[in-house]
């Protein structure tokens, strides 16, 4: 299991073990399980839902910051887990 994360900063995590860092947002969820949203970057807030359907294994999306439009996501192939929203199982 690989932990992924984008990667913006110029912080050294090359001895890490299981840890890939990733420029580009899709590269980052190629072939995942799930994407789990644990920050309100704007650059979040509007995904390409269509492109992160073809990029992941699993349509799953865990949101802790509640950043994701509920009603877009409803229109989507993902089942979908948020703090404070009902979820959306698909």
Do not use: C
């Not at 580009?24 to 509007?46: C, F, G, H, P, Q």
């Not at 492109?51 to 950043?67: Q, S």
């Not at 409803?74 to 199982?89: C, E, K, L, V, W």
Request: proline share 2%; no cysteine; charged share 25%.
């Amino acid at each position: 299991m690989y932990l992924k994360f984008i990667f913006f900063n110029s912080i050294d995590f090359s001895n890490l073990t299981n840890f890939k860092l990733f420029k580009d947002k899709y590269e980052a969820v190629n072939n995942s399980d799930a994407l789990i949203i644990l920050n309100d970057w704007k650059t979040y807030r509007l995904p390409d839902f269509h492109a992160l359907e073809e990029k992941m294994k699993a349509k799953v999306i865990f949101d802790g910051k509640d950043l994701l439009n509920y009603t877009q996501i409803q229109d989507t192939n993902f089942s979908y887990h948020a703090i404070g929203r009902p979820n959306i199982i698909k």
